[in-house]
């Protein structure tokens, strides 16, 4: 599974994408920060922050999208924000067919550190471990955005299967002297990016 993880926010939306699955040694495919400036005005903002998403998307082909649940904090503008640069990343995927989770912070440094209270440099240092990497990814958003895809990697292959589970559960059975129920029903796909196969 190749996931693509971001970590949401209009001064810097950090995007990091990590292919891999459970068991298995992780590998680093890209890493990065988008940056708008504070002075401009939020729509130029939202579209910078899309544009460079949709490059993104189109570069490195991934299977899923895993974006930062946000939540309250106590500066409304800065969560206001971080939530307009969250939709934007899911409206990217959506727009592509590309399913998409959203993990909490809690759930991202339990993930990785096995403790959901971790700070920002023990996340750094487990993302720099798994990863095999030479220095940790700087800023804090670039690291963030690769640990939500860790988390996503390792915890999406449990969900892929429920979801598939629960569907198969929901599919109607024969109706009586009836034709059988399409075997396709109800089936959650998850469709390739418009272009082609897999870039890897």
Same mark, same amino acid.
């Given at each position: ?6 970590? +949401? ?7 990091? @994408? ?5 068991? $298995? ?5 890209? @890493?990065?920060?988008?940056?708008? !400036?504070?002075?401009?005005? /939020? ?5 910078? @922050?899309?544009?460079? /998403?949709?490059?993104?998307? =189109? ?24 939530? *307009? ?13 590309? +399913? ?17 209270? $971790? ?21 804090? =958003? $670039? ?11 390792? #915890?999406?292959?449990? *969900?892929? #299967? ?7 559960? &929901?599919?109607?059975? !024969?109706? !009586?002297?009836? +034709?059988?129920? =399409?075997?396709?029903?109800? &089936?959650?796909?998850? &469709? ?7 870039? #890897?």
């Amino acid at each position: 599974m190749r996931v693509l993880g971001v970590d +949401p926010g209009l001064t810097r939306c950090g995007l990091g @994408v990590v292919e891999g699955r459970p068991g $298995a040694p992780l590998r680093l495919v890209a @890493v990065g920060v988008v940056r708008t !400036p504070a002075g401009d005005d /939020i729509g130029s903002r939202l579209v910078a @922050v899309e544009a460079e /998403i949709e490059r993104w998307l =189109d570069e490195v082909r991934p299977d899923a999208v895993a974006v930062e649940r946000v939540f309250a904090q106590h500066n409304v503008r800065t969560v206001m924000g971080t939530a *307009q640069a969250s939709a934007v990343a899911i409206v990217c995927a959506a727009r592509r067919g590309l +399913p998409v989770a959203l993990h909490t912070p809690s759930e991202v440094k339990a993930a990785i550190t096995g403790n959901g209270n $971790a700070d920002k440099k023990q996340v750094g240092t487990m993302v720099t471990r798994l990863l095999r990497l030479d220095a940790m990814p700087r800023p804090a =958003d $670039a690291a963030d955005a690769l640990a939500l895809a860790i988390c996503h990697v390792w #915890r999406g292959g449990v *969900q892929n #299967r429920l979801a598939e589970a629960l569907a198969r559960a &929901r599919r109607p059975g !024969p109706a !009586p002297g009836g +034709p059988l129920a =399409d075997e396709g029903s109800g &089936r959650t796909v998850a &469709r390739r990016p418009p272009g082609g196969g897999s870039a #890897r």
